[in-house]
């Protein structure tokens, strides 16, 4: 059983910085891809980014590629997302999600298995 719980959410102006953090409990963290997703008003769920178990390979959606930094220290059952140059499109609610029956980029929602609450961005122009 993994739980997991976000941070760090919070309003900017467009071209500002947040960094989102994901703490997760439990034994089998580091056995997990990590990823986060995002959900903005009226749409719905989309992948954002990935990493890999080990923390060697990560994978982004095209809209945050360069922009976004994802990271993870398993010492410390930590998954870090650095956002920049943020826009108003960014706005969302941002939630971790961790899952072991994947390898790969591990886009869909239904290959994770634990999610956190959720922690919302909202960016203004």
């Known amino acids: 059983q993994v739980q997991l719980v976000e941070s760090g959410g919070g309003s900017v102006q467009a071209g500002g910085s947040l960094r989102l953090s994901c703490a997760a409990s439990g034994r089998t963290f580091s056995s997990n891809v990590v990823g986060w997703f995002r959900q903005a008003p009226g749409k719905d769920r989309e992948f954002v980014t990935s990493?890999?178990?080990?923390?060697?390979?990560?994978y982004y959606a095209d809209s945050v590629q360069g922009r976004f930094t994802i990271s993870r220290d398993n010492a410390k059952n930590t998954v870090s997302l650095q956002m920049n140059s943020l826009n108003p499109e960014d706005t969302a609610v941002y939630s971790c999600?961790?899952?072991?029956?994947?390898?790969?980029?591990?886009?869909?929602?239904?290959?994770?298995?634990?999610w956190g609450q959720g922690t919302k961005v909202t960016v203004s122009s």
């Open positions: 999600a961790a899952g072991g029956r994947c390898a790969g980029p591990c886009k869909r929602p239904d290959y994770y298995d634990y």
């Open positions: 990493i890999s178990r080990n923390g060697v390979n990560t």
